[in-house]
């Protein structure tokens, strides 16, 4: 049995934490937009064809994307200093699988510079022709993809020592915690599904993903207003 300390985290560090959960989603959500509004499943051509007309844009989803992951670095140490009294070996499970996720994401994108380069048209090019560029293009953007879903994986894993951090800590609702559980277990099975059936687009965390939203929104609207509980 652990005994948790009677000190309770400022509302400041909580707010802080909240506001960096928030500010990910618009800048994840842009990236994702241009990625695969601009990807024609089954026409590699068109895909091409689309890329090269918003490359500017594309580029603007690339960093887009690395800023979010920047945020999510932020986020992982705030709320690490949120929960360390709690249980700091889960707070420091949730922070390791958090950064390993980070580490998966930012890596991942350098097939999206793949995809940059091989729209580019640069003369080092000419040993493919069009048919075999766009083919490479189409194939990049698929292993694009399969990154991210490995992410998942720790996008998931990160999520159940934040559970049990915030059904044990006495801070928050249990329900949330509850929440935040379902959601990363709708991204391990995110992964499941893309890896099995990579062209179903089904998307479990389209439905799973409410905890991400009531957790972040708790803590920068009404942060830490209990105290810790004995576990």
């Given at each position: 049995?652990n005994i948790i300390e009677e000190e309770v985290p400022s509302n400041k560090n909580?707010?802080?934490?909240?506001?960096?959960?928030?500010?990910?989603?618009?800048?994840?959500?842009?990236?994702?937009?241009?990625n695969f509004s601009n990807f024609i499943h089954g026409d590699p051509l068109q895909?091409?064809?689309?890329?090269?007309?918003?490359?500017?844009?594309?580029?603007?989803?690339?960093i887009s994307w690395l800023i979010q992951q920047t945020i999510f670095i932020l986020?992982?140490?705030?709320?690490?200093?949120?929960?360390?009294?709690?249980?700091?070996?889960?707070?420091?499970?949730?922070?390791?699988?958090?950064?390993?996720?980070?580490?998966?994401?930012?890596?991942?994108?350098?097939?999206?510079?793949?995809?940059?380069?091989?729209?580019?048209?640069?003369?080092?090019?000419?040993?493919?022709?069009?048919?075999?560029?766009?083919?490479?293009?189409?194939?990049?953007?698929?292993?694009?993809?399969?990154?991210?879903?490995?992410?998942?994986?720790?996008?998931?894993?990160?999520?159940?020592?934040?559970?049990?951090?915030?059904?044990?800590?006495?801070?928050?609702?249990?329900?949330?915690?509850?929440?935040?559980?379902?959601?990363?277990?709708?991204?391990?099975?995110?992964?499941?599904?893309?890896?099995?059936?990579?062209?179903?687009?089904?998307?479990?965390?389209?439905?799973?993903?409410?905890?991400?939203?009531?957790?972040?929104?708790?803590?920068?609207?009404?942060?830490?207003?209990?105290?810790?509980?004995?576990?």
């Amino acid at each position: 049995m652990n005994i948790i300390e009677e000190e309770v985290p400022s509302n400041k560090n909580a707010r802080i934490s909240g506001a960096l959960y928030l500010a990910m989603a618009p800048f994840a959500g842009f990236s994702l937009f241009v990625n695969f509004s601009n990807f024609i499943h089954g026409d590699p051509l068109q895909t091409v064809t689309n890329i090269q007309s918003v490359e500017t844009l594309y580029r603007l989803g690339v960093i887009s994307w690395l800023i979010q992951q920047t945020i999510f670095i932020l986020l992982a140490v705030s709320l690490f200093n949120l929960f360390r009294r709690v249980n700091k070996i889960s707070a420091s499970l949730m922070a390791v699988f958090a950064f390993i996720g980070i580490a998966v994401a930012f890596s991942n994108e350098i097939f999206q510079f793949a995809v940059l380069r091989l729209v580019s048209e640069g003369d080092y090019l000419q040993v493919f022709d069009r048919v075999q560029l766009n083919s490479l293009v189409v194939l990049f953007s698929h292993l694009h993809n399969h990154g991210i879903q490995i992410a998942h994986i720790f996008w998931g894993l990160w999520l159940f020592p934040m559970a049990h951090l915030i059904y044990s800590s006495g801070y928050f609702p249990k329900i949330i915690a509850v929440l935040i559980a379902v959601a990363g277990i709708g991204y391990i099975l995110d992964f499941v599904v893309n890896t099995f059936l990579p062209d179903s687009g089904i998307t479990v965390t389209q439905f799973t993903f409410v905890g991400e939203v009531v957790f972040p929104l708790w803590l920068l609207f009404k942060g830490v207003t209990t105290k810790p509980q004995k576990t």
